[in-house]
């Protein structure tokens, strides 16, 4: 008996009745092994489709804007635009958002960064924050020695335009307005009190 009932499950497994994807939003705030923040990849680089992950389907779904799907009317991403899993804002009761400066990462994937700058937004009355951040690996680094807010303005200073621009252009002409920019510290400082 025992063993058809193990037999059952399997296929189940085998029919798809049992989900494989992982749910992302369970996933830590800072990777087990070297204690590094982690963000989950939800637009790549390059792209101008936003999407969001639905933790309740565990799957990238397209952000919805008058019944269609919302595609970003500006240049594509600068960079990887996620989550920070294990965090909340109060103001959006949202996870708090990222936007890693790296070549293009598939949605999905959790890369663990260095965060280098916070970006204060006003979108329609309500303020969010944006985490800026490199990859931790240096393999995966495209700005050399760029550690710092300090550094990125010092050796990229167009790398802040872009970034802002980004945003901005989100939502529609003067929905989204930027409030501000401040370094690393803040940022951890953000990570931190957004922790659930």
Not at 151 to 158: A, E, I, M, N, R
Request: net charge neutral; hydrophobic share 40%.
């Amino acid at each position: 008996m025992r063993f058809a009932f193990g037999s059952f499950i399997v296929g189940l497994g085998s029919l798809g009745l049992s989900s494989c994807q992982p749910n992302y939003a369970e996933l830590p705030t800072f990777s087990p092994e070297r204690k590094l923040l982690q963000v989950v990849v939800e637009v790549p680089a390059g792209s101008n489709h936003a999407q969001r992950y639905d933790a309740a389907k565990k799957d990238f779904l397209p952000v919805r804007r008058a019944g269609l799907d919302h595609v970003v009317e500006f240049l594509p991403c600068p960079g990887n635009q996620g989550f920070i899993p294990g965090t909340r804002l109060e103001s959006t009761n949202a996870p708090l958002q990222a936007l890693i400066l790296a070549e293009t990462q598939p949605e999905g994937t959790v890369v663990e960064v260095l965060p280098i700058g916070l970006l204060t937004l006003d979108d329609n009355g309500v303020l969010e924050q944006v985490v800026v951040a490199v990859p931790a690996r240096p393999s995966q680094q495209i700005l050399p020695g760029i550690t710092s807010w300090k550094s990125l303005v010092k050796q990229f200073p167009g790398a802040k335009e872009a970034v802002g621009q980004w945003f901005q252009h989100q939502g529609r002409l003067g929905e989204v307005r930027l409030v501000g920019w401040k370094d690393e510290k803040a940022a951890d400082q953000q990570v931190h009190q957004a922790l659930k």
